[in-house]
């Protein structure tokens, strides 16, 4: 059965750092994106960032530039997020998800996220 | 950043009821789009890639629609468990970007 699970969530102090990590189990690692997402509360679903497989890929949405890192350990089958300089609209629930391409009948290849871990609450506040 | 606009942003639907959420991109993302249903305090839920392909072990009820800017989730007869927020997250480019949801509710 694949899993995700997350940890590291905490309440911090605007300017403070954080990393939240994602303990995956039950599929091949290192063959997969993987992503974090997250999610305010009481609003809707954003995409934070990804990374391929082997680490030579790596997206971020803009808001987290320069702040925020993506980084895996294939040997340990984790993900992570490095949270710098946080900021008090960074408070959300934080996701992590497998990345898998599913293809149609044409051969056309879709990014999807299957499997979602259960979410790690980060609180940014003084 | 692809702009994604859902609607409505709420729906009060009846058990048994067809009901139809419609996601509409800010330029085109050709079929690259998928739906996700989100319970309170819970994941999301992949339903539907592709715009239109159902995701393996997700009822039949659900079924996907569109190309191009316009796409369709409808649920041919809403049951108790349907009753959720659903979201479109286009994987056409990046950033990826979600809707802002529609939260359907039991009238």
């Known amino acids: 059965e694949v899993q995700l699970v997350e940890s590291g969530g905490a309440l911090v102090q605007p300017g403070e750092s954080l990393r939240l990590s994602c303990a995956t189990s039950?599929?091949?690692?290192?063959?997969?994106?993987m992503a974090w997402f997250r999610q305010a509360p009481g609003t809707g679903l954003e995409w934070v960032a990804n990374?391929?497989?082997?680490?030579?890929?790596?997206y971020y949405v803009d808001s987290v530039k320069g702040r925020f890192t993506i980084s895996r350990d294939n040997a340990k089958n984790s993900l992570y997020l490095q949270m710098d300089s946080l900021r008090a609209q960074d408070t959300a629930m934080y996701y992590c998800a497998r990345d898998v391409n599913y293809s149609d009948a044409g051969g056309h290849y879709f990014d999807v996220f299957d499997t979602w871990g259960q979410g790690t609450m980060v609180t940014v506040s003084s | 950043a692809i702009q994604m606009t859902q609607s409505p942003s709420s729906l009060s639907a009846s058990v048994g009821d067809r009901v139809t959420i419609v996601c509409r991109a800010s330029?085109?993302?050709?079929?690259?789009l998928g739906w996700y249903q989100q319970k309170p305090g819970k994941a999301p839920k992949l339903l539907i890639y592709?715009?239109?392909n159902l995701q393996s072990g997700v009822s039949s009820r659900f079924s996907g629609s569109g190309s191009g800017t316009d796409f369709t989730l409808t649920i041919s007869s809403l049951q108790p468990e349907d009753f959720a927020t659903y979201y479109c997250?286009?994987?056409?480019?990046?950033?990826?970007?979600f809707g802002q949801g529609t939260k359907l509710e039991i009238k």
């Open positions: 592709g715009a239109s």
């Open positions: 997250l286009q994987d056409y480019s990046y950033p990826r970007t």
């Open positions: 330029q085109g993302i050709r079929n690259d």
């Open positions: 990374i391929k497989g082997d680490g030579s890929a790596i």
């Open positions: 039950g599929f091949r690692f290192s063959a997969y994106w």
